[in-house]
């Protein structure tokens, strides 16, 4: 198993251009997520998806897309970059997150944005 | 929604030493409190994870404490090598929510 995979590593945005951060998984999990880490601030929830077409929003939403039309893939679209989105990004899957209790969940390696 | 603490921001140890790392959240209705290892430019890595049916669990070195009423748990790291050297999270999540709620991270020093 590959885990949890997310491309691209490295990216410059100049303001106002979109991208899409690549988020995948082999383990056939259901539950998925983005968060963003910024110094400082821990990691904040951006969207999350419970399965194969459910998004919904997290703590931090604002100026990001999301879509989950797999249960593999979920992709974060940015669409008008801004300095404020410069951050770590990470993508995160889990077995199952509506159960009474939650199960543990995996993170990516991590997509490093820079908008300038 | 959940809020958690976490202190201290920084902390230096002797290699050989102790660490305590101390988390406290805000909402009563949290039962899954995860911690993560983060190395410099790596992804954040589970360590060692707790439920709320449980009040201590234990992995080698490493220990986490969970006091429900008071509502606040603890990791401890035992006799610390310099491979502990990174930044630990930890985190809180009830069933059902929308995903997890971390600290802002402690940076553990082990000075040699």
């Known amino acids: 198993n590959a885990g949890v995979t997310q491309t691209p590593k490295f990216q410059v945005l100049k303001t106002g251009q979109s991208m899409t951060l690549q988020c995948a998984q082999d383990m056939n999990h259901e539950y998925m997520s983005w968060y963003r880490q910024d110094p400082g601030m821990g990691l904040r929830l951006i969207h999350y998806s419970v399965g194969a077409g459910i998004t919904d929003q997290g703590e931090v939403p604002n100026g990001y897309n999301v879509s989950r039309s797999t249960t593999e893939d979920f992709p974060l679209r940015l669409l008008s970059a801004a300095p404020s989105q410069t951050s770590v990004y990470f993508c995160a899957s889990s077995y199952s997150i509506w159960t009474p209790e939650p199960y543990e969940q995996y993170f990516g390696p991590g997509t490093r944005l820079t908008v300038t | ?112």
Do not use: M
Request: with cysteine; proline share 4%.
């Open chain 2, 1 to 112: 929604g959940e809020n958690v603490e976490q202190h201290p921001s920084t902390l230096s140890v002797q290699e050989g030493d102790s660490a305590v790392i101390k988390c406290t959240y805000s909402d009563s209705a949290s039962n899954y409190f995860p911690w993560y290892k983060q190395e410099l430019g790596k992804r954040p890595q589970l360590i060692i994870d707790i439920r709320s049916n449980v009040g201590e669990k234990k992995d080698q070195r490493i220990a986490v404490t969970l006091n429900k009423t008071a509502k606040h748990f603890s990791l401890h790291i035992t006799e610390t090598q310099p491979e502990d050297s990174a930044v630990y999270f930890c985190a809180a999540i009830r069933g059902g929510a929308d995903g997890l709620t971390f600290g802002k991270g402690t940076h553990l020093i082990i000075q040699p």
